[in-house]
């Protein structure tokens, strides 16, 4: 498809089990992003990727997740020892970038994780 | 540093009435702003961006915005809403030049009432 696709749309795990979200982004977007949205509590930035360069890690929340990014394409996030808190819905969001971007992202429908 | 406040995170209007949500920024740099709407159970799409042209953005579904530098203001806005508006709606700030990833604010949900 033409959009940002992410899967699975919807996860139902047990606590201290991992999980893997995957984000297939716009072709040809060199910049990739991960957010998680909780209730009420919006945004919330997790990891940037852009291009061959470091991804820049700052917004997660601890070392249980991490996340790659594959040929400069797809991404996979993983959260290990999943806690409730961990609980919400993750958002991947693909960009263009380097000189003329604006900076507009364009979001995947998100995966929804809850743990039990 | 960058950072989005969007007060009130429950606007209610009637259909037909004007709507207006706030957001203030702050950015030490020239920023990018944008608006962005998630309808229940789907990702976020544009509504508009400014970009440092036209301080008036129009953008889709009759939604436009007034970037106010001396204010650090982006209201958006809409002269006569629609059932069909109803959604979340988030204000996003990214600095010009740098690394493009945007803040967002904790978002405004918008109810229309017939």
């Known amino acids: 498809g033409a959009g940002v696709s992410q899967s699975p749309s919807n996860k139902v795990t047990e606590k201290g089990k991992d999980v893997e979200l995957r984000c297939d982004p716009i072709?040809?977007?060199?910049?990739l992003y991960w957010y998680r949205q909780s209730l009420g509590q919006g945004l919330e930035f997790l990891i940037y990727?852009?291009?061959?360069?470091?991804?820049?890690k700052s917004g997660l929340p601890s070392d249980r997740f991490s996340a790659e990014r594959t040929g400069g394409s797809v991404s996979t996030l993983t959260i290990q020892r999943t806690q409730q808190e961990d609980s919400a819905v993750y958002l991947c969001?693909?960009?263009?970038?380097?000189?003329?971007?604006?900076?507009?992202?364009?979001f995947g429908e998100g995966s929804r994780l809850t743990v039990l | 540093a960058q950072s989005v406040t969007q007060l009130g995170s429950h606007v209610s209007v009637s259909e037909g009435a004007l709507v207006l949500l706030r957001c203030n920024y702050s950015?030490?740099?020239?920023?990018?702003l944008f608006w962005y709407v998630q309808y229940p159970n789907q990702g976020l799409q544009l509504l508009l961006k400014?970009?440092?042209?036209?301080?008036l953005v129009k953008g889709i579904n009759g939604f436009e915005a007034e970037f106010k530098k001396s204010e650090t203001s982006f209201h958006l806005t809409k002269p006569s809403a629609h059932m069909s508006d109803a959604a979340e709606y988030f204000c996003?700030?990214?600095?010009?030049?740098?690394?493009?990833?945007?803040?967002f604010g904790r978002g405004t949900s918008l109810i229309v009432h017939p």
């Open positions: 072709s040809g977007h060199t910049a």
């Open positions: 969001a693909s960009s263009l970038s380097g000189t003329g971007s604006t900076g507009e992202l364009f």
């Open positions: 996003a700030v990214s600095d010009r030049g740098g690394s493009y990833i945007p803040t």
């Open positions: 400014y970009t440092s042209a036209a301080t």
């Open positions: 950015s030490s740099v020239p920023p990018y």
């Open positions: 990727f852009q291009g061959n360069s470091a991804p820049d």
